[in-house]
């Protein structure tokens, strides 16, 4: 992509958003600015993956120049009404794969672009359905440590998500972590509007 002057800063230290950056072949700068994910209490799926895709994006508010695009992102696990990020240690991890067993979940990306005065966020909702897990195989999944940075404790991409998700419904690249088709077109309608001002 021409991204005609523009400076894209993706703030994320996730290894499979800039794989996805350099898979859509847009030039870009990796620069994490640790934030605190959490969310005041009453917020629920789509607010909350916004909400922190907003907190990642503050820090960076006086430091951007006229043609910088920060874009942040957050995925979330929504299932039974509560919220499931990243599990804090294998035992989490087993837990949470544990109440995700044989149900569907949604899985939730919020993406945020932050321009000098004004902010945008989009939205993914994908669903997914796990076969019942047997605890043997989710003891041998945790261990291998794969889980343990993923929102809900697994990857669709680890043979484990090959395995035991019979169903999905909405965009696979939003279950890695970044809903690429829709991201490619903002950030493409960003430069474009931009230049025609």
């Not at 800039?18 to 799926?45: A, C, T, W």
């Not at 994006?57 to 009404?81: G, S």
């Not at 599990?87 to 899985?107: C, N, R």
């Not at 003891?139 to 484990?160: E, M, R, V």
Request: aromatic letters at 10%; proline letters at 5%; one cysteine or more.
């Amino acid at each position: 992509m021409d991204t005609k002057g523009y400076t894209i800063i993706l703030a994320s230290g996730s290894p499979r958003r800039q794989s996805f950056f350099e898979d859509m072949e847009i030039p870009f700068i990796k620069k994490v600015i640790p934030i605190e994910e959490n969310f005041p209490k009453g917020l629920s799926g789509v607010e909350i993956a916004k909400h922190i895709a907003l907190k990642k994006a503050e820090p960076f508010y006086e430091k951007l120049n006229l043609k910088d695009i920060v874009v942040t992102a957050d995925t979330i696990v929504w299932h039974n009404n509560k919220c499931i990020g990243k599990p804090k240690d294998v035992y989490d991890a087993e837990k949470i794969l544990t109440e995700l067993s044989g149900s569907t979940h949604q899985v939730i990306t919020g993406v945020g672009f932050l321009q000098k005065g004004s902010w945008e966020c989009i939205y993914s909702i994908s669903d997914v359905t796990f076969k019942s897990l047997l605890i043997e195989d989710i003891k041998a999944y945790t261990k291998t440590g794969s889980p343990l940075d993923k929102a809900g404790a697994y990857g669709i991409q680890d043979s484990f998500g090959t395995l035991n998700i019979t169903n999905i419904k909405g965009s696979y690249t939003n279950i890695i972590g970044l809903p690429v088709p829709l991201v490619y077109e903002k950030i493409k309608e960003i430069i474009n509007k931009s230049k025609t001002i």
